[in-house]
């Protein structure tokens, strides 16, 4: 055999040789193993029940609020149009006559609408009739509206309760539909000028309240 043809016969062994060891290792080398893939994770938002439903949506509702909203809080001025002028109110009044808030210009107005079957609309009514008795040379006025129940009723709840101070009767839940009272109990603050300066959602506490009175007895210190 002459030199060239040795020299290929050479090389053709030897690259049939590397073929057959890189076979082997590929044959006896272990499967990889498959990444998976993490799934997208679905983003979560937690509304507040209070904040994400708005008043117009939910007015007129006779559902009793569990959770109080404070009052001079950020959401207290969406919920209760802060700033603006108080709506009409204009109602029968729990034993004769009429109550119009029109007609108490000039004063401070406290306006609580509410139900007795309540259970904090109940336990406010004591700490309303403190309220009144040390405020009541201020100028104060408070009114309780009932929405959706007879007089007798009321009546009777107020007798228990000793409120000192008027009630009204929203019999169809038009004054609280226009109020936009979403729950009970609810409070509003109006200032002399008829304009609704604080407001507060769900069974309150006498700090509350007293916060709430400060923004309309300007001048008057006023204690829980």
């Known amino acids: 055999m002459s030199p060239r043809l ?3 016969a050479g090389l053709v062994t030897g ?12 044959a006896f080398a272990p499967e990889p ?9 679905a983003s979560l938002a937690v509304a507040s029940p209070v904040a994400s439903a708005s008043p117009s949506a939910l007015a007129g509702s006779s559902a009793v609020a569990s959770e109080p909203v404070p009052s001079s ?24 006559g009429t109550i119009d808030i029109a007609n108490l210009r000039g004063k401070p107005v406290w306006v609580n609408f509410m139900g007795t079957y309540c ?3 109940q336990d406010e009514f004591p700490l309303m009739n403190g309220f009144a ?5 201020a100028g104060l006025v408070i009114l309780a509206i009932d929405v959706k129940e007879d007089e007798g009723m009321v ?41 609704i300066r604080d407001g507060g959602l769900g069974g309150i506490g006498p700090d509350v309240m007293a916060r709430g009175l400060a923004t309309i007895l300007p001048g008057v210190k006023v204690t829980p």
Do not use: M
Request: with cysteine; proline share 10%; net charge negative.
């Open 6 to 8: 040795s020299i290929v």
């Open 73 to 96: 809080s950020g959401v207290a001025a969406g919920l209760f149009h802060v700033g603006e002028i108080a709506p009409p109110l204009v109602v029968p009044q729990v034993g004769g």
């Open 133 to 137: 008795a040390r405020y009541a040379s």
């Open 155 to 195: 009546a009777a709840f107020a007798d228990r309760l000793n409120a000192t101070f008027p009630l009204g009767l929203d019999a169809d839940g038009a004054a609280s539909k226009r109020w936009d009272a979403i729950a009970l109990p609810v409070h509003f603050w109006i200032d002399k000028d008829g304009v």
């Open 15 to 26: 690259l049939a040789t590397g073929a057959l060891a890189i076979g082997g290792i590929l």
């Open 33 to 41: 193993v498959p990444v998976a893939t993490p799934a997208p994770q």
């Open 119 to 121: 259970p904090p609309c």
